[in-house]
């Protein structure tokens, strides 16, 4: 059998991905707009999970996190002092393949990381630009924000002032981010408009090590993407070389993943010392002994489309049943957009339907459920198998009389009956993560 990176070609994710409601070609009736997509009733399911399970794993789990929603367009002055309006003065080309961007002005004619082609030079910062109000002069021109970062970096001063946090703590925050990309493609790999999931981990580096304190980000993150289905034997840790390293970086962690097009980055964790805070002039005042100093940082950054797109590919499995070929997604409990569908045996007899209904308006309390009275239930079931739904429940004559009803498992596709008195305590021990 073919191995799993094999199996699933991006084409055929797109088109599973269209097909069962997880992502749309964006404005599709008007054409589309290329390299933007949307997220149809599924796939929002999963994206919202991806940031659930994210900010419960290292928001409210963690007494040493607090969460941010900054804005999306910030002032100006935010990006003159992060660096990134700096850009726009020197023309840049991008790499095509290794998408690396280099000053037009110090490079031959191939990329010298990979040997691809280059871009035509353009002077770029990647920022995306708009004007606020009814003037479109230089005084209203700004931006859209290209990380959730500086937003944080910006409201270090309001955290510690209204939650009195001390040393090492960090800032979460997911939101949309915009980046004018040369190269946008890949499905919703590379876009121009997408989300990040991000940490500033503050600390005085006096007093933590920070080499200890990166590992330990590393493995609370492979931990997680376990947690949340991401394939490990997929993915890799790129340790970038010191010489190739950003200038105030001293430390940077690539996690790659294999993606049908290649091994990429998934997300990037990186000690950036104090760059950024200096930046913004911020700096933090010891309560013991009054002493100034700017904190140091670690950031784990993430993509939470490009994350999706690995759960997705991870998920993504084609089983030979008998002379069919089941297609089935194998998200975890705790990602899976729906997490039970309740079937009436038979749609046409109204106690089989009005049980069902009633068990499905009960379960829905606690969980995403569907309820689906469509077709013969092998075909309500494949329907299900390919948009991940881990249990079925099935409402017959039985449950009528003995008062239980069959729960089928999506990955081992047995059934067993469970009596609907107990339903709510089964799914709460399958699903309490
Ligand atoms: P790349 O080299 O792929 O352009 P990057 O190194 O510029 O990524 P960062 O600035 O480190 O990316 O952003 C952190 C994370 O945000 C990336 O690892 C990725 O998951 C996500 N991300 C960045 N740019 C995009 C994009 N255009 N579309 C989707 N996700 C993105």
């Given at each position: 059998?073919?191995?799993?990176?094999?199996?699933?070609?991006?084409?055929?994710?797109?088109?599973?991905?269209?097909?069962?409601?997880?992502?749309?070609?964006?404005?599709?009736?008007?054409?589309?707009?290329?390299?933007s997509w949307d997220y149809g009733p599924y796939g929002v399911e999963l994206k919202n999970n991806i940031k659930q399970y994210f900010w419960k794993t290292f928001v409210q789990k963690r007494e040493d996190i607090v969460g941010l929603?900054?804005?999306?367009?910030?002032?100006?002055?935010?990006?003159?002092?992060?660096?990134?309006?700096?850009?726009?003065?020197?023309p840049l080309v991008e790499c095509k393949k290794c998408h690396k961007r280099y000053r037009a002005d110090d490079i031959g004619k191939d990329c010298p990381e990979c040997k691809g082609e280059l871009t035509e030079p353009r002077p770029f910062s990647?920022?995306?630009?708009?004007?606020?109000?009814?003037?479109?002069?230089?005084?209203?021109?700004?931006?859209?924000?290209?990380?959730?970062?500086?937003?944080?970096?910006?409201?270090?001063?309001?955290?510690?002032?209204t939650t009195r946090r001390k040393l090492p703590f960090g800032v979460a925050q997911i939101g949309k981010a915009?980046?004018?990309?040369?190269?946008?493609?890949?499905?919703?790999?590379?876009?121009?408009?997408?989300?990040?999931?991000?940490?500033?981990?503050?600390?005085?580096?006096?007093?933590?090590?920070?080499?200890?304190?990166?590992?330990?980000?590393?493995?609370?993150f492979k931990k997680w993407m376990d947690e949340i289905g991401v394939d490990s034997k997929r993915l890799f840790f790129h340790n970038i070389k010191k010489e190739e390293l950003a200038h105030?970086?001293?430390?940077?962690?690539?996690?790659?993943?294999?993606?049908?097009?290649?091994?990429?980055?998934?997300?990037?964790?990186?000690?950036?010392?104090?760059?950024?805070l200096k930046n913004h002039n911020l700096k933090f005042r010891d309560p013991e002994t009054q002493e100034e100093?700017?904190?140091?940082?670690?950031?784990?950054?993430?993509?939470?489309?490009?994350?999706?797109?690995?759960?997705?590919?991870?998920?993504?499995?084609e089983e030979k049943v008998g002379e069919e070929t089941r297609l089935v997604m194998k998200f975890k409990n705790n990602l899976a957009p729906v997490k039970?569908?309740?079937?009436?045996?038979?749609?046409?007899?109204?106690?089989?339907?009005?049980?069902?209904?009633?068990?499905?308006?009960?379960?829905?309390?606690?969980?995403?459920?569907?309820?689906?009275?469509?077709?013969?239930?092998?075909k309500r079931y494949r329907r299900?198998?390919?948009?991940?739904?881990?249990?079925?429940?099935?409402?017959?004559?039985?449950?009528?009389?003995?008062?239980?009803?069959t729960v089928r498992d999506r990955d081992t596709m047995e059934q067993t009956r469970v009596k609907i008195k107990d339903l709510n305590n089964f799914f709460r021990d399958k699903f309490s993560a």
């Open positions: 059998m073919a191995n799993k990176k094999d199996q699933a070609t991006l084409e055929k994710i797109v088109s599973l991905c269209k097909r069962r409601g997880f992502v749309y070609p964006s404005s599709e009736i008007y054409g589309g707009l290329a390299n929603d900054a804005a999306i367009i910030m002032n100006p002055k935010t990006w003159e002092a992060s660096g990134h309006l700096k850009e726009f003065k020197d990647g920022l995306m630009k708009t004007f606020l109000g009814s003037t479109e002069d230089k005084s209203a021109e700004t931006y859209f924000r290209p990380e959730t970062a500086q937003g944080i970096f910006v409201n270090f001063k309001n955290i510690l002032d915009f980046r004018n990309e040369i190269t946008p493609g890949n499905f919703i790999f590379r876009t121009r408009e997408f989300e990040q999931m991000e940490i500033e981990y503050f600390f005085n580096p006096e007093k933590t090590n920070w080499e200890e304190k990166f590992d330990g980000w590393l493995e609370d105030y970086s001293k430390k940077t962690v690539d996690t790659e993943f294999d993606f049908p097009f290649g091994r990429k980055e998934l997300f990037g964790l990186a000690y950036r010392t104090d760059f950024d100093f700017i904190p140091h940082v670690i950031e784990p950054s993430l993509g939470v489309d490009r994350m999706a797109l690995a759960v997705i590919l991870s998920a993504f499995n039970v569908a309740i079937f009436p045996l038979l749609r046409n007899r109204p106690e089989l339907v009005n049980k069902a209904r009633e068990l499905y308006l009960e379960l829905a309390k606690n969980y995403m459920c569907e309820f689906d009275d469509n077709g013969n239930i092998g299900q198998d390919e948009i991940g739904t881990p249990y079925c429940l099935t409402v017959d004559f039985d449950s009528l009389e003995k008062g239980d009803a």
